[in-house]
Each structure stands twice: as C-alpha cells, then as structure tokens.
C-alpha cells in the first residue's frame, strides 16, 4: 500500500434522502488513482477508510459523474452465497449490472432439438462509426435510468435482445472491455469468440438481413455446450465510467473507490479554571497513527501544536478570562480525518481596588482595575436593602455611573466579571453604599402665632428615616428631629410640626433635612418667617352717643414697625374695621346711640397678627331735643321736649334747679313732658332733659322757664341824705336781699 500515497479524496454528500434518514453518516468516497488488485484495493481501504465503497441507488449517480475510467467497488462474486453481500458486509439489494452481466459458467441447453442447415450467401458487415458521435449516443442512452434498472438475471437475459443493436462499449482508457456478444444466444457462445474492439473504441455491428435457405437435416444427438470461455470464476465487480457494472478478473489492477464515514466525534472540556482546561476527545474510526493537537487563543497571543496518542491532554498556563480554540485532527494513512474542533473560555478574574468615587439622589459612581488576563464585560447588579427591584447593568469599561437608583436606599453592588459569549463567571466582588435622601417639598408656615407656629412639608420622594427641622435664630439655634416610624412605606401625607416658646414678633429660619440611611442628610430645604406681634394692654374705650375713641399701649421690639387693626364688631359681626393704625389710638363714628359695641385690638408686624385684646362699651343715648316751657304759674313750670331720634330709649330724666333758691329737683319720666311744682313765682329756674338709657343719661336738652309773678305792693320810703348812712344799709341780710331783689335778671 506504500504506493498509494496520493489519495484523491472526494467528500460528497452521499445522498439527500439518506441524509435524512440517517442524519449522523455523512459519507465520503475516496478514489485512488494508482492501481492494485481487487484484494490489496480492499485491504487498503479497510486500512486507510472504512471499505471499499458499496453502491446504492442513491450514491451512483454521484459516483458514476466522478469517474471517468473503470474502477473496482466492494462487490465480488462469493462472500459466502454469491452475490449477496457488499465488502462492508450490506445486503445487495441494488444492482446495476452491465446486460448480459453476470456471467453464467455454461449457456443454457437448446430445447429445440430440431436443426437444419443454412446458406449465407452474404457475410455480416461491420460499421465504424466516430467517437464523437458515439459518445453523444451514450450520454442520452446513460441518462437513461430504464436502460440500467435491470433488477434481475432472468429479466437481464430475456430481453438483452434488445441490446443486440446498441454498441460495443469501451469507455475506459486502458480498461479491456468486451462486450461477450450473442448473450441471448448462449448455446452459440462456444463458436461465436467474443469480438475484440481493437482498433476503434467505439465501434457497432450492424446484423443486416440475410437472405438464407433452410433445409432440414436429420437430428444429431444433443451436443453437450461447452463452458463459457469469459466465465470467470470467482469474479471482482467494476462500475464502468458510465455506471453500470460488469465482472472483472480479481486480479487486475485497477483504480478503486473507498469510503469512509465522515468522523463526527468531539472534544469535551472539563475542569475549566481560569489558567488550566482538560481536553478529552473522541477516538478516530480505524487504524489512527495519531492525533494532532492544535489550539490557539482568540486573541492571538498564544498557540501550540502537538502530535500526540492520547485521547486526552491539560492546557495550563493559560490567560484568565480568555477563549481558547482547539482543533485535534485524527491522522490516518497520513491523512487528517475530519477535524474536531472546541473552544472555551477561561474563568476570568474578579475586579480589583472597587471604590465609590461619588453618589447623589439616584447615581452612585464607581471606579475599579481590569482583572488580569482578558475580559469581555463586566455585569453589576445593585441589590435593594429596602425591596425595590434589583436593578441590572453591563459595562466594559473601569468605571460606571449607576443612574435611575432610589434616593435614601441603600444598595450593594454585585460585579462579576463575563466573558463574551456569557460562559464563565468571576467570583462576586460587591461593594455597598447609600442615596442620598431627597428634599422635602412644599415647605410651608401653618398656624403663627406670638409664641408658637407650625411648619408642615411634604416628603421627599424615595425613602428617608426622619427630618431635622433646625431653628436658626440668634443668638441660640435649636434643633428638633421628626422621626418617622415607617421607614419603607412612601407617604406623601404631610407632615406637621408645631414649634413652640417663640419670641414673639421675631424673624425666624427654619431649615428642614431629610434624614436618610447611612447617616446620610438630604438638601436643606429653608423658609423664614415670622412670629406674631404680642398683644396690646390697657385698651381703653370712651363713648358719646355716635362714637367710640379707643386707646391702648403698646411697647414695640426696637426696629420693627409695628402697625395696628382695630376692629368694631356689634353683636359678634364686623361692622368696622380700621387697619394700618400707627398711633395708639383710634375712633369709631356715627355709631348707634345706647348700643353695646366690642373693640378688637391687634398689632400687625410682617403681615403676622397678634392675638386680640377686647373691650366692650355702650354708646350713650341721644338726648333729647327742643326743651321749652309748656306751661306756667306763679309756683309750677311745665316743660316739654322732643325725644332724640333713632332711639328706643323711652325714659328721661328731668332736672331743675335754682341757684338763688338753692332749689334742685329731678324726676324720670315716661312721657316728654315733665311738671315742676311749688315753686317761686316770679323766678327762673334751668331746666334739663337726659335721655336714659341701660342707666346711662345722654347729654341734656337745657332751658329755663320763669314763673308767674305774684304782684305785691311794696312801699319804700326813703329819706335819703347824703351824710347819714342808711338805717337800712346797716342790717347786712336786708342789703344782700336788696341786692338780690335790685338783680336786673328778674323779669
Ligand atoms: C422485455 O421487456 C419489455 C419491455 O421492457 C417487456 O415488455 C417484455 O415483456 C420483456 N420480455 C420478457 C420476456 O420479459
Ligand atoms: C479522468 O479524470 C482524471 C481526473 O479527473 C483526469 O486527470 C483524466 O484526464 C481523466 N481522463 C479522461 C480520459 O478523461
Ligand atoms: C436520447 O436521444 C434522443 C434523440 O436525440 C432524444 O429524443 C431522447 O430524448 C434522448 N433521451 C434522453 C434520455 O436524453
Ligand atoms: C435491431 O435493429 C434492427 C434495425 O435497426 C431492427 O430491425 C431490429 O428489430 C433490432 N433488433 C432488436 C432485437 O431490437
Ligand atoms: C484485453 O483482453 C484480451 C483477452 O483477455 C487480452 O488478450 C488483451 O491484451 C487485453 N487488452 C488490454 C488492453 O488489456
Ligand atoms: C453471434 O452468433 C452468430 C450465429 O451464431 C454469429 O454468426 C456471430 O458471429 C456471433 N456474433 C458474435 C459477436 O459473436
Ligand atoms: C479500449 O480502448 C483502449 C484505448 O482506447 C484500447 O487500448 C483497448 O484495446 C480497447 N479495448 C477494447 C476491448 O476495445
Ligand atoms: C478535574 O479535577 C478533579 C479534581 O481536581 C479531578 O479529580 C478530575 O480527574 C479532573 N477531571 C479531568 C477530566 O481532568
Ligand atoms: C503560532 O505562533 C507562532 C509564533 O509563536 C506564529 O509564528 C504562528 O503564526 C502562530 N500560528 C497561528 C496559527 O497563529
Ligand atoms: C473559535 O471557536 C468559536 C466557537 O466555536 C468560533 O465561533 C470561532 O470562529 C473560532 N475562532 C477561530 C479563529 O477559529
Ligand atoms: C489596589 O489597592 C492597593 C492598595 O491601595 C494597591 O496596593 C494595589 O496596587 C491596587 N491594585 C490595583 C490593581 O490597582
Ligand atoms: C477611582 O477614582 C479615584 C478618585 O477619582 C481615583 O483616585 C482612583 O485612582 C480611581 N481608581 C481607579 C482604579 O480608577
């Protein structure tokens, strides 16, 4: 076999229905080119393939278009049982014979025993035709499956006439093809030699009609038929370049067909660490000399090839996180049978030096070093310590902002690292850290007053523990902490908080932060605002019958300008209200007479309020008008008035008085007319008229009335001298009396 070193391999897909029938056997056919006997052919092919090739319906088309001369196949007439197995030991259940093939060792005995003599007065010709010509015939005769679906002997032999008329066939060079004619006619065989085709290779013969005579002759006894001078005895099987077969003297060397079933094995990786792999493969079909080993690194770096007998082989040394190709190809007769081929990845290594470089309300930046070797990217998980959901990212670089995160949570980052077709994992290396909490929003005052006030907000989004509400007055700052108990729910209920022991009217800053995890405070959220003024004291209030004057006193903080509101509310409804007051006093005008009013004082400081301080007053009632004299006598005076408008007062109170008769008196009365008796006649008295009301007198209606003189005669006598002083002059009471009488005011 050392010889046959040059083997023209052709793989072909044997057929598409087989391989789909049995869709692991890819089957390759392999021609030799050199020659051998059908024996050595064999034992090369069982030595160097699987065997020599078996034709089937389905392949021999195939193999009849890649040959052009005669080759050997795995046929030969007895393994055992003629005819009946392949060389690979298959069932012939397909043949293809050649007609005429095969070969019978004596013709079959003439049945007719009669005979009769006959003159030929022509001898048969013989016509040589163009091989061109020729060759086109057996293209469309080859194409022809009819003409080679020949299932059996019998059906072979009785209708091979048919093949009388077609050529002699020698399709291939140096091949010795003769066609052993007059097949159909065995019992003639042993006189008719076989023709020889020696000087054209495509030659026919034409039987023409022959004109004969016939006589009968008396009958010889049965000759017994010699055998057939082609016979061979133990016959090989070529397949003709066109396809169909014919038997061949087994020694003969020829070019023969080989075959092998595609190695399909395969190569496993184990124990994969992230410098080492163990390679286990397949054992090759047949007769291995070895296996060459090749494998490289994707990356390129790396490579190594090995001729070695085992089946298994550890790569160590190797770069982490790195793909590996290998290949082994099973080597026989010299020849690399289909190759098996693997890849894997090493572990790759685990990311170093992770730090957090920086965080905010929803990003946590990290940086970190490659792992050593090679990587294909790195995945970080970031696991929730308060249930939100995990969150998933890749990145190939050394650094990464992680965005969309929750504030106030706190996270840890899981990172391995992967290699590009996701195979092999680092070990986790995971790092933790927290958001910042958000801000509150909508900080605003609630209730303000002198001494306290109340500040409320909403929560920030995500999640927080508590606030620090922090007071910023100077000098002393305080500090209060709002503890919320739910640390995971997210509640958007504001929050209130009431500050108390405030100064009054003084400038205040609160600033509210959100408490989160990790001691962590969210932006400082700020209002300033104001307490309420205090209060006034001393509120005094003076009524007329229309108004009200009102008075307070009222110390002010240095600095702050402080106005007032004073309000006027009859029974609980405002009626008035004067704002913006700078002095300490206010009036109310064109009030009800006699009606209880109630004062409201505040101090006004930053548009804050203080509380109010009260009072109450009653207005006066409206006095009387146009008091005069109704009637008189010498010792009564009646008087009449008009009672005031717009009142309900129904009650008054009348006085009169005399001061030269040191007389007073009063009386209340229902009615607008009162009467004064027993008085003087001849003398004035004043008169007043007081409305009354609630015990309150309004201002009086005033005049005066005279009584009637009682005349009386008074005789005076005087002597009168001018150096003697009066008698009368001398009695003191007579001249105050005299004076008295002489007063013009009488009358
Ligand atoms: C020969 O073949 C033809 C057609 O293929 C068929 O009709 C005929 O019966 C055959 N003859 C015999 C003897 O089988
Ligand atoms: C037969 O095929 C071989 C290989 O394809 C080629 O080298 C050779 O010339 C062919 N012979 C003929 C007679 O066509
Ligand atoms: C054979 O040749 C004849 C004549 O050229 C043609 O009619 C026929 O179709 C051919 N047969 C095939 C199978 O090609
Ligand atoms: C042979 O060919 C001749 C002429 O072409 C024809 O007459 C004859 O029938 C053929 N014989 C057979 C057996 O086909
Ligand atoms: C063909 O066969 C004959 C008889 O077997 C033989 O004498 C002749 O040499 C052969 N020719 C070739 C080319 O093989
Ligand atoms: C076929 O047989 C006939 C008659 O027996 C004979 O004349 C003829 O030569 C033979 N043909 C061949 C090719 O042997
Ligand atoms: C076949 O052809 C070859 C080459 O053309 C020739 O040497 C040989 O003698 C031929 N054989 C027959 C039987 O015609
Ligand atoms: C894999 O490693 C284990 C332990 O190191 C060893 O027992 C086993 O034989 C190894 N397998 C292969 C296929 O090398
Ligand atoms: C294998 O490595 C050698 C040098 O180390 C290089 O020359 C060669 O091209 C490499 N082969 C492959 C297939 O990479
Ligand atoms: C290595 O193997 C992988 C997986 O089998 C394959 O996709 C890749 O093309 C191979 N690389 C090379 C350079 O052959
Ligand atoms: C990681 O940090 C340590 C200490 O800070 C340092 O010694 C080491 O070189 C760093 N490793 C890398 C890969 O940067
Ligand atoms: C990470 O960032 C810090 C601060 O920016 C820097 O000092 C450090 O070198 C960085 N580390 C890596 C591995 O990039």
């Known amino acids: 076999?050392?010889?046959?070193?040059?083997?023209?391999?052709?793989?072909?897909?044997?057929?598409?229905?087989?391989?789909?029938?049995?869709?692991?056997?890819?089957?390759?056919?392999?021609?030799?080119?050199?020659?051998?006997?059908?024996?050595?052919?064999?034992?090369?092919?069982?030595?160097?393939?699987?065997?020599?090739?078996?034709?089937?319906?389905?392949?021999?088309?195939?193999?009849?278009?890649?040959?052009?001369?005669?080759?050997?196949?795995?046929?030969?007439?007895?393994?055992?049982?003629?005819?009946?197995?392949?060389?690979?030991?298959?069932?012939?259940?397909?043949?293809?014979?050649?007609?005429?093939?095969?070969?019978?060792?004596?013709?079959?005995?003439?049945?007719?025993?009669?005979?009769?003599?006959?003159?030929?007065?022509?001898?048969?010709?013989?016509?040589?035709?163009?091989?061109?010509?020729?060759?086109?015939?057996?293209?469309?005769?080859?194409d022809s499956t009819s003409l080679y679906d020949v299932e059996t002997d019998m059906d072979m032999l009785t209708n091979a006439t048919e093949w009388l008329n077609t050529t002699w066939l020698n399709a291939t060079e140096g091949a010795n093809i003769t066609r052993r004619a007059n097949i159909t006619q065995p019992w003639e065989s042993t006189t008719a030699p076989a023709r020889h085709t020696t000087d054209s290779p495509w030659t026919t013969t034409t039987q023409l009609p022959i004109v004969s005579t016939c006589e009968r002759s008396p009958m010889l006894p049965p000759i017994i038929p010699e055998n057939n001078k082609n016979y061979i005895e133990n016959s090989c099987v070529v397949i003709l370049a066109f396809g169909p077969w014919v038997e061949r003297e087994c020694s003969e060397e020829l070019p023969f067909i080989c075959y092998e079933d595609r190695f399909m094995g395969a190569i496993n990786v184990s124990n994969i660490t992230s410098s080492s792999a163990a390679l286990q493969w397949d054992q090759g079909p047949g007769d291995i000399s070895h296996y060459r080993f090749e494998a490289f690194s994707r990356e390129g770096s790396w490579n190594v090839t090995k001729n070695m007998h085992n089946l298994s082989y550890t790569l160590d040394n190797l770069i982490p996180g790195t793909g590996y190709n290998i290949t082994v190809f099973a080597v026989k007769c010299e020849r690399d049978l289909n190759p098996l081929n693997g890849s894997f990845y090493t572990i790759p290594g685990e990311v170093q030096n992770l730090t957090v470089t920086r965080f905010t309300e929803n990003t946590i930046s990290?940086?970190?070093?490659?792992?050593?070797?090679?990587?294909?990217?790195?995945?970080?998980?970031?696991?929730?310590?308060?249930?939100?959901?995990?969150?998933?990212?890749?990145?190939?670089?050394?650094?990464?902002?992680?965005?969309n995160l929750t504030q106030g949570n706190e996270y840890t980052f899981v990172f391995r690292t992967g290699v590009d077709d996701r195979s092999m994992w680092s070990k986790n290396i995971?790092?933790?850290?927290?958001?910042?909490?958000?801000?509150?929003?909508?900080?605003?005052?609630?209730?303000?007053?002198?001494?306290?006030?109340?500040?409320?907000?909403?929560?920030?989004?995500?999640?927080?523990?508590?606030?620090?509400?922090?007071?910023?007055?100077?000098?002393?700052?305080?500090?209060?902490?709002?503890?919320?108990?739910?640390?995971?729910?997210?509640?958007?209920?504001?929050?209130?908080?009431?500050?108390s022991g405030l100064q009054n009217g003084t400038k205040l800053d609160f600033r509210v932060n959100v408490l989160g995890v990790c001691g962590l405070e969210g932006q400082i959220v700020n209002i300033t605002t104001y307490t309420a003024p205090g209060p006034i004291s001393n509120l005094k209030l003076t009524a007329k019958h229309n108004n009200i004057d009102a008075s307070w006193d009222f110390t002010p903080n240095p600095g702050s300008n402080v106005t007032f509101t004073a309000k006027l509310l009859l029974d609980g409804k405002e009626v008035e209200k004067s704002a913006n007051i700078l002095n300490k006093d206010v009036k109310f005008k064109y009030l009800k007479t006699a009606t209880q009013y109630k004062v409201e004082v505040r101090t006004v400081l930053n548009n804050q309020e203080s509380p109010e301080t009260w009072?109450?007053?009653?207005?006066?009632?409206?006095?009387?008008?146009?008091?005069?004299?109704?009637?008189?006598?010498?010792?009564?005076?009646?008087?009449?008035?008009?009672?005031?408008?717009?009142?309900?007062?129904?009650?008054?109170?009348?006085?009169?008085?005399?001061?030269?008769?040191?007389?007073?008196?009063?009386?209340?009365?229902?009615?607008?007319?009162?009467?004064?008796?027993?008085?003087?006649?001849?003398?004035?008295y004043d008169f007043n008229v007081y409305t009354l009301s609630d015990n309150k007198t309004s201002n009086p209606a005033s005049c005066n009335g005279t009584t009637v003189e009682d005349p009386v005669e008074i005789s005076l006598s005087m002597l009168c001298t001018s150096e003697e002083p009066l008698y009368c002059e001398k009695d003191e009471t007579k001249k105050i009396v005299f004076e008295e009488v002489s007063q013009p005011t009488f009358g």
Request: one cysteine or more.
């Open 615 to 684: 009072s109450l007053i009653f207005t006066l009632p409206s006095p009387p008008t146009g008091a005069k004299v109704r009637n008189k006598t010498t010792n009564s005076l009646t008087f009449e008035w008009i009672p005031p408008e717009n009142s309900s007062a129904k009650k008054y109170i009348c006085t009169l008085n005399s001061t030269f008769w040191s007389f007073f008196d009063s009386r209340v009365e229902n009615t607008t007319m009162c009467t004064f008796t027993g008085l003087q006649s001849g003398s004035t």
């Open 366 to 403: 990290m940086n970190w070093t490659k792992p050593n070797g090679n990587y294909g990217f790195f995945e970080v998980i970031a696991f929730s310590a308060l249930g939100t959901k995990d969150k998933i990212k890749t990145v190939t670089a050394e650094h990464m902002d992680f965005d």
């Open 430 to 499: 995971s790092i933790s850290n927290c958001t910042r909490p958000g801000k509150v929003s909508n900080l605003t005052t609630g209730n303000i007053s002198d001494t306290y006030l109340e500040l409320q907000w909403n929560p920030p989004e995500g999640n927080y523990i508590g606030f620090k509400d922090s007071l910023c007055v100077l000098p002393h700052n305080r500090e209060l902490n709002v503890i919320v108990e739910n640390q995971t729910g997210l509640l958007v209920k504001p929050y209130k908080v009431k500050v």
């Open 1 to 142: 076999m050392g010889n046959l070193t040059f083997i023209h391999k052709l793989c072909i897909s044997a057929c598409w229905g087989l391989l789909l029938m049995y869709s692991a056997a890819e089957r390759q056919y392999f021609i030799s080119p050199h020659n051998a006997s059908w024996a050595d052919a064999r034992n090369h092919c069982q030595v160097c393939f699987k065997e020599m090739v078996t034709l089937t319906p389905q392949n021999i088309h195939v193999i009849a278009k890649i040959i052009n001369s005669t080759h050997w196949i795995g046929l030969r007439k007895s393994f055992g049982t003629p005819w009946t197995l392949w060389a690979n030991g298959d069932p012939l259940i397909f043949q293809n014979w050649y007609p005429g093939f095969p070969l019978f060792k004596s013709p079959l005995p003439k049945i007719d025993c009669c005979s009769c003599s006959c003159t030929c007065p022509a001898p048969p010709r013989s016509t040589t035709l163009s091989p061109t010509t020729m060759t086109e015939s057996y293209d469309n005769t080859t």
